[in-house]
C-alpha cells in the first residue's frame, strides 16, 4: 500500500493528481502545516526537511521505500507505473527539463510573491516587487512555449501536473485578464481532466472531514 503525507497546498496537490491518474490505490494521510504537524517525530522520519509531500511505499516486499520532494515522487510513480513519462532519453529530458523548472522557478518564485503579498507579518515592498515580477516571467515562459504546443513536454506528462497547481495560483493573483492565454486554455484543459478533479476533490474532502 502506498501512503500519502500531504495538504490542501499546490505541492501537496500533485501527488494526489498523480496517483489518481495512475489509478493506483493509496491511503491519505492528512499533515496540517498550519499546526506543526510536519515537525512530528513520525513525519520527520519520512521526510527530514520537515515539509509535504511525502510518500511512503510499502508495497515493496522486504522494505518500505520513502520519497519525498513531489517532484521525485512524481518521477518514482511515473517509473513504477510506466505511465506520463516519455520513454526515449530525448523526450524524457525535455520532461524533465519541466519538471526542474517547476521545481526552481515556478514554485519557489509565485510561493515566495504569496508569501510576501499576502502572508508576510511586514509589509516589504522590494520583496514583493521582486517576486511579482520574477513570477510574471515565469508565467510568461509557460506562456510561450504553451503557444506552440498543447502540453509541457510532448503528451501530458508529470511536468504537467507539476505546474497545474503553480500555473492556477499564479493566474489568479498575479495575471491581468486575458494575460497569458495559452497557459489558461492548457490550465483549462489539464482542470478538466477527471483524475484531476477526482483527486482535488478527495484532498478537499478528507480536509473538510478534519474539521
Ligand atoms: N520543493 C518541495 C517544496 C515542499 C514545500 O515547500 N511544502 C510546503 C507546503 S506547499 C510545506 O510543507 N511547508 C511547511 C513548512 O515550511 O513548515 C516540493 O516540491 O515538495
Known sequence: MIEL???????????????????????????????GEQHSDRFKAINAN???P???????GGYSQP????????????ELTGKFLPQSTRHRSQCFSWVFFQVGHTGPMI????????????????AIERYRKE????????????ANNAYLAGDYTIADMMHYS????????????GEFPSLRRWAETIGARPAVRLGLEKLQTA???RG
Not at 489509478?23 to 499533515?31: D, F, G, I, N, Q
Not at 513570477?135 to 504553451?146: A, F, T
Request: glycine share 8%; with cysteine.
Open 166 to 177: 503553480w500555473a492556477r495560483i499564479g493566474l489568479k493573483e498575479l495575471a491581468e485578464d
Open 50 to 52: 520537515e515539509k509535504i
Open 5 to 35: 503525507y500531504t495538504w490542501t497546498t499546490p505541492n501537496g496537490e500533485k501527488p494526489v493528481i498523480m496517483l489518481e491518474e495512475c489509478k493506483l490505490s493509496y491511503e491519505m494521510h492528512l499533515v496540517d502545516i498550519g499546526n
Open 207 to 209: 480536509k473538510d472531514a
Open 111 to 126: 510561493g515566495q510573491y504569496h508569501h510576501f503579498n499576502s502572508a508576510a507579518p511586514e509589509k516589504i515592498d522590494y
Open 67 to 78: 520519497v519525498f520532494e513531489s517532484g521525485a515522487i512524481l518521477i518514482y510513480l511515473a
Open 54 to 60: 511525502a510518500l511512503v511505499d510499502r508495497s515493496m
Open 135 to 146: 513570477s510574471r516571467r515565469v508565467l510568461g515562459v509557460l506562456d510561450g512555449h504553451l
